[in-house]
């Protein structure tokens, strides 16, 4: 039975609408809040940081009345990416994490994401015991007054941060004399992104770092790599970053104005590691990786496994096959060494350390050649469509066209209202064919 409330990422929905506002907040900060007090441990603590949207100013009280209600102290860090939030949850020794983010999508949504006191999102399990909380009476989960949470904000969590990122290499490592260009998106990687970089010496060109509350997302960040390119040419940088809302995605742009997706960016990461012995098992992709990828991994005797579509289940997927490197083609890479979750300055800074000794991005980063991928999103009022009869016999007719020639993928996105289509071939002309098939019989 699926979940009520949690959707592939976390929750997430257009902001004062459905369960996105205030009372609902109130009753997941009370329903998380008491299955993590559950847990026993000594201290009862709950961190929570959010991206940049305007709605997470009346989201945000909601969620640490709930969580101070059950008896949860909690600390606020303002905005922070999302695994930064899971790395100091892990490092204060928290009951849990929540990060107030809707990631990629456009200001008028918004959610949740949460994480256990080790860091990792939270399993289909847990949820399903947070949300049988949620439908339960309010009155029985309240705390005496006694015992109510205090609220406190920690100012310095992107600098904490930062010291976790770098502790991670070695301390001679310096960017002084690299030109970097990064687009933050205006969200929650709009501080600690700039602010990394140039400490490590590197000179910034930044974009994306001006957010007031309704321009996450908007015609920048890694869903708009356009913009990145546009800075990478003008100043003639080595490297371009574009972060998503969160800041856990992450899109490259080479010194030669060419956009990089997750999937290069996994394969490059795999030959590294592999060469120094790091590479543990194998690498997890997802059904939307790109088969080129795939065959690539096969030439290279590297085991490659297919995980769902969302981050949380490729780490569910590196997990249970002790790989230590996974993600996907939008830009979540997780880099299982460092983190627990994806992290866009991470995977940034991992790259950039490879070019340390002079080595181009051009020369790293176009590691295999792509198989032809167009991908369409179609807005639907209702997800369920592909499940009816007339969506069916298209997708049948289509995949029979398809053949051997190539492959297609037809799902609801997990996080928006669309049908994603995903054609694969040598032969454009066939996939164009076969995805226009599929979306006749799929109407807004």
Request: glycine share 10%; aromatic share 6%; charged share 25%.
């Amino acid at each position: 039975m699926p979940n009520k409330y949690f959707g592939t990422d976390g929750i997430r929905g257009r902001v004062n609408e459905g369960n996105i506002n205030g009372e609902m907040f109130f009753k997941f900060g009370l329903a998380a809040g008491t299955y993590f007090k559950n847990l026993k441990k000594t201290k009862q603590i709950a961190i929570i940081a959010k991206d940049t949207r305007l709605s997470g100013y009346t989201l945000e009280p909601a969620l640490v009345s709930g969580l101070a209600s059950a008896g949860m102290h909690v600390y606020t860090l303002g905005p922070l990416p999302t695994n930064g939030l899971a790395m100091l949850t892990k490092k204060m020794k928290a009951n849990m994490g929540i990060m107030i983010t809707a990631s990629h999508n456009p200001y008028y949504d918004n959610g949740l994401k949460l994480f256990g006191p080790d860091g990792l999102k939270l399993s289909d399990k847990i949820e399903k015991k947070i949300e049988k909380l949620i439908e339960s009476k309010i009155n029985k989960n309240l705390s005496k007054p006694e015992i109510l949470g205090r609220v406190k904000r920690l100012e310095d969590a992107n600098d904490r941060y930062i010291r976790i990122l770098k502790n991670n290499f070695p301390n001679n490592f310096s960017l002084k004399g690299i030109k970097i260009a990064i687009d933050c998106a205006n969200g929650a990687g709009y501080k600690s992104g700039p602010k990394l970089l140039k400490s490590l010496g590197a000179k910034v060109y930044k974009i994306g770092t001006s957010p007031n509350g309704l321009n996450i997302n908007d015609k920048c960040g890694s869903t708009f790599p356009n913009k990145i390119k546009f800075l990478v040419k003008k100043h003639k940088v080595s490297l371009g970053i574009s972060l998503d809302g969160d800041a856990d995605r992450i899109i490259l742009c080479d010194e030669k104005g060419k956009i990089i997706d997750g999937d290069q960016i996994i394969a490059m990461l795999a030959n590294r590691w592999k060469r120094k012995k790091i590479l543990k098992g194998g690498v997890v992709g997802t059904l939307m990786s790109n088969y080129g990828l795939e065959n690539y991994f096969r030439e290279q005797k590297t085991k490659f496994l297919r995980a769902n579509v969302g981050d949380r289940y490729v780490k569910e997927s590196m997990q249970k096959n002790r790989f230590n490197l996974g993600g996907e083609q939008s830009g979540h890479i997780i880099l299982g060494k460092f983190a627990t979750t994806g992290d866009g300055l991470l995977v940034a800074l991992e790259v950039l350390f490879s070019m340390r000794k002079g080595k181009k991005a051009s020369d790293l980063l176009n590691v295999f050649k792509p198989m032809p991928q167009i991908l369409e999103n179609i807005l639907v009022r209702d997800k369920n469509i592909i499940n009816q009869l007339k969506c069916k016999k298209a997708v049948k007719k289509a995949n029979k066209l398809m053949g051997r020639n190539g492959r297609l993928l037809v799902r609801k996105s997990g996080t928006e209202p669309k049908i994603r289509i995903m054609g694969e071939s040598h032969n454009k002309n066939l996939i164009i064919k076969c995805i226009k098939i599929i979306k006749q019989s799929i109407k807004y």
